[in-house]
């Protein structure tokens, strides 16, 4: 006995016993199910190919994302370099910041000799100027700032301790220990006050001395025209 091949419609079920009878049935009895029914696959097909869409979309978002963190981290790092570079709330900016610029001059004594001030302290070459700074060798502090504050010696000294691109700190030139008398335009600033809070005033003559004091303190400094 040979089994017959029973096919059955998978629309309304009937059954046929040869897939031509079925594909007949099928074109008088379901042609626009069929169609639909493709269609309806094709639907299912595409909603799949959707939902790979939708997870490629949000792999390719996270993607983004982290990608997107990465730039922000690392421009946070190249946008603010006053964050990183800020030696005691002096900011080093790639431009040199006119809105508050005015210039003390310093002079430091030890043992009667005149010390050298180095220029470029608080400047680093092709990145950034601290608001506080020399250009020469002058004693000429210039403090450049957005804003409009006091800053003090030890701000300055600070930014010269710091080295930066200078050979000689501050500290290794005076040993670091001795607390030197302070005279502010010739004037000797009290004991009780620390020198390092010492204001950088318009054209003030700062003079630091460590150990026998010269044989005149300077009371002014000849600035040159426009500073
Ligand atoms: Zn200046
Ligand atoms: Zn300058």
């Known amino acids: 006995m040979v089994d017959k091949k029973i096919l059955s419609c998978d629309v309304c079920g009937k059954s046929f016993d040869s897939t031509n009878a079925l594909e007949k049935h099928m074109e008088l009895a379901h042609k626009d199910t069929r169609m639909a029914k493709s269609i309806g696959k094709q639907k299912t097909s595409s909603f799949i190919h959707s939902k790979k869409l939708i997870i490629a979309v949000i792999i390719g978002v996270l993607i983004a994302f982290s990608a997107g963190l990465g730039v922000y981290y690392t421009m946070g790092i190249n946008s603010n370099p006053q964050n990183s570079l800020t030696i005691g709330g002096i900011e080093c900016n790639s431009m040199e910041q006119l809105q508050y610029h005015i210039h003390a001059h310093l002079d430091v004594y030890v043992n009667g000799h005149q010390i050298y001030i180095p220029p470029q302290i608080g400047i680093i070459d092709d990145k950034c100027i601290y608001w506080l700074h020399t250009h020469d060798s002058t004693g000429i502090i210039h403090i450049e700032s ?3 504050k ?10 010269w301790r710091s080295k930066l691109g200078n050979s000689s700190s501050f500290e290794e030139v005076l040993g670091g220990k001795q607390v030197p008398t302070v005279y502010v335009n010739g004037t000797k600033v009290p004991n009780n006050m620390n020198y390092k809070d010492v204001k950088l005033k318009a054209h003030d003559e700062i003079a630091l001395v460590y150990g026998t004091p010269p044989k005149s303190i300077p009371s002014n400094y000849s600035f040159p025209e426009g500073l």
């Open 146 to 148: 957005p804003i409009k």
């Open 150 to 159: 006091d800053y003090t010696l030890g701000q300055f000294f600070q930014v």
